[in-house]
C-alpha cells in the first residue's frame, strides 16, 4: 500500500521551521555566530597589548596592592551572554616585584569567588616572561553566587618586563561557556620586546 505525501502548505511550513530552528542551533553551537557574542579586538589604553573581546569594553583605573606595593592597576571589561571578560593590568614598577604582584593576583583570583583550581598549567602568552612560578592558566570553580550557584572562572596570569596581567573570563551557573572563555584566553597577543 503507497502512503502519500502531504504537501500541504501547513506540512511545508513546518518543515522550514525545523530547518530554520536546526540552522540556528548549528550557528549557536559555532562561537562566531552567536549574536550575544560579537568578537573584537581591542588594544587596551597603557598596554602594550591585544586581545578579543566579546562585547565592547570599557576602563577604568583604581589603585590597588599588588605584592605589599601599591599600584595603579587598569581594567578593561564587558558583559556579553551572562558572562565577564576582563583585562587587569598594572606597573608595578620594576621586575624584581612581578613574582610577589603575581602571586597576589592568582590568591585574589581564587580568595574572590571561594574557589580553588580545577584545573592549573603554566601560561603560554607569547613574549611573556618566561619562568615565574605564578604565570599560571588555571580553571576556578567557586561558590559565592546568591542563590548557591557555583561560579566558574578561566584566569590566565602572565607578565612582561615590570607589568603584571591577569585575563578572566567569568560567570555564574550555566552561563559559563568553556568555548568563550578559551577563545578570549588564546586571543592575548603581547608585542615582542
Request: overall charge positive; charged content about 15%.
Amino acid at each position: 500500500m503507497a502512503t502519500m505525501q502531504d504537501s500541504s502548505p501547513d506540512r511545508r511550513a513546518r518543515r522550514g521551521r525545523t530547518r530554520t530552528v536546526v540552522a540556528l542551533l548549528g550557528c549557536a553551537a559555532l562561537l562566531g555566530c552567536s549574536p550575544a557574542l560579537n568578537w573584537r579586538e581591542a588594544h587596551p589604553k597603557g598596554v602594550d597589548l591585544m586581545l578579543n573581546f566579546p562585547c565592547r569594553p570599557e576602563q577604568l583605573t583604581q589603585q590597588v596592592v599588588l605584592g605589599g606595593h601599591p599600584a595603579s592597576m587598569r581594567m578593561t571589561g564587558c558583559v556579553a551572554a551572562g558572562m565577564t571578560f576582563a583585562l587587569a593590568s598594572a606597573d608595578v614598577g620594576s621586575a624584581q616585584r612581578v613574582p610577589q604582584a603575581l602571586a597576589t593576583l592568582r590568591a585574589s583570583a581564587l580568595a574572590n569567588v571561594h574557589g580553588r583550581a580545577s584545573a592549573l598549567r603554566p601560561s603560554a602568552v607569547p613574549h611573556a616572561t618566561a619562568g615565574l612560578a605564578d604565570a599560571v592558566e588555571m580553571d576556578v570553580a567557586g561558590s559565592t553566587a546568591p542563590g548557591g550557584k557555583p561560579v566558574h572562572e578561566h584566569v590566565v596570569l602572565f607578565a612582561q618586563g615590570s607589568h603584571v596581567y591577569q585575563a578572566t573570563a567569568l560567570a555564574v551557573g550555566d552561563d559559563y561557556r568553556d568555548d568563550a572563555a578559551a577563545t578570549f584566553a588564546a586571543s592575548i597577543r603581547l608585542s615582542a620586546r
